[in-house]
């Protein structure tokens, strides 16, 4: 059984880890069903640093990768009584943390808009407009 880690342990485990979840923003994303959204989706994906994933859920993400600046250098925060809620509630646990589940967070992860067409073409959608 899974011990929960103590707010010590896990500063050490954070410390490790690089702060891999103060360095993007993830926002939901409707999932894309039509030509519009699948070229919205390519669209992004033109964009240095902008990735999209699908979670075990089947929910659609844009992330984007910037660190937060209120990460300091060693990898402390530097607002840690005022950081928002959502960074409270990460990391408490081995399910919402990304580096300690033990599956990645993602189904399907798409970096640039080539994979993501490859991916498209495989799954038979038609994405395509007609010229
Ligand atoms: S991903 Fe997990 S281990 Fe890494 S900084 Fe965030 S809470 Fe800490
Ligand atoms: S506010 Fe603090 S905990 Fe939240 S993302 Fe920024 S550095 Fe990380």
């Known amino acids: 059984m899974k011990t929960k ?3 010590k342990d896990m500063s050490r485990v954070c410390e490790e880890c690089g702060s891999r979840c103060c360095r993007y923003v993830a926002v939901e994303i409707d ?3 039509c ?3 699948y070229d919205h989706i390519r669209w992004y994906l033109l964009h240095g640093n902008i990735h999209v994933f699908v979670d075990h859920e089947n929910d659609w993400f844009l992330e984007m990768e910037s660190d937060c600046v209120a990460l300091g ?5 530097l607002n840690y009584e005022n950081r928002p809620r959502i960074c409270r509630q990460y990391g408490d646990d ?3 943390c990304e580096y300690l589940a ?5 189904i399907e992860r798409f970096s640039n808009a080539a ?3 490859t ?3 495989k799954k038979k959608i038609q994405w395509r407009w007609k010229k």
């Open 94 to 96: 081995h399910q919402t």
């Open 35 to 37: 030509k519009r959204d």
């Open 102 to 106: 033990e599956e990645e967070p993602f």
């Open 31 to 33: 999932r894309p069903t």
């Open 115 to 117: 994979d993501y067409e």
């Open 73 to 77: 250098p060693d990898g402390q925060c």
């Open 5 to 7: 880690r103590t707010k």
């Open 119 to 121: 991916w498209l073409d």
